[in-house]
């Protein structure tokens, strides 16, 4: 089945320094990427997300990169502050079919002031 | 706040029992989705329901059942726990037509803990 890794699983940066984040998914139906901040003692919440007929995508501070071939995406977030701090999910499932959707296992993010 | 409320906040139960856990999605929104969230699966997407339908099936076990009524909140019925039920369950609401590609929005989350 899919498998989603994610690394690392703990990052510690400095505010205004940059965070990267990578994803790796097994699956090569899947086609859509979404990424989730989730806050303490809240819910996730989409930050951005992409599909496999882009290469890049920028919102912001923060920016999606995919490489379909080599099957990874990787979240970017430049000039950090510390509201960046949270656990940060990626995800991958086909466009068409949701029931097959898997998540990373999460990156704890520290922005240290 | 983002417009999906949950409750309850926290539930305590034992073993054997059963629970419902209950969703009311964003105003308009006609699909909601229920996950768990653990220590050990991290993220898992449960099911989804869209204008009363279930319109996707995740990793949902079958004593578990959720239901989407005319009013659209939604219902997520756990039975028969066990320990390993412990969990985070959040729903989570989307407008549009159901894609899987529309934002959803989280609800604050159900702390279920079985004893």
């Known amino acids: 089945g899919e498998n989603v890794e994610q690394h690392p699983s703990t990052l510690s940066v400095q505010e205004g320094d940059s965070a990267v984040i990578k994803c790796t998914y097994s699956?090569?139906?899947?086609?859509?990427f979404p990424w989730y901040k989730q806050e303490l003692g809240k819910g996730p919440q989409l930050i951005i997300d992409i599909r496999s007929n882009v290469g890049e995508k920028k919102d912001q501070r923060i920016a999606v990169t995919l490489n379909k071939t080599a099957k990874h995406f990787s979240l970017h977030i430049t000039e950090t502050q510390p509201e960046d701090s949270a656990v940060y999910f990626c995800?991958?499932?086909?466009?068409?079919?949701?029931?097959?959707?898997?998540f990373g296992p999460g990156t704890s993010l520290s922005v240290i002031p | 706040d983002s417009g999906v409320t949950q409750t309850p906040k926290h539930l305590i139960t034992a073993t054997g029992q059963r629970v419902t856990l209950r969703c009311s999605p964003r105003s308009g929104d006609l699909s909601v989705y229920w996950y768990q969230q653990s220590l050990d699966q991290g993220l898992q997407f449960l099911i989804q329901y869209y204008n009363g339908e279930e319109r996707a099936k995740g990793n949902i076990l079958e004593r578990f059942s959720a239901q989407q009524f005319p009013d659209l909140h939604s219902e997520l019925n756990l039975s028969s726990l066990e320990l390993g039920d412990s969990a985070l369950y959040f729903c989570?609401?989307?407008?549009?037509?159901?894609?899987?590609?529309?934002?959803?929005?989280f609800g604050p989350g159900t702390r279920l803990t079985v004893l």
């Open positions: 989570a609401s989307s407008a549009r037509s159901g894609r899987n590609t529309d934002t959803q929005y």
């Open positions: 995800a991958a499932s086909p466009l068409t079919s949701y029931d097959k959707v898997i």
């Open positions: 699956d090569s139906a899947s086609n859509y």
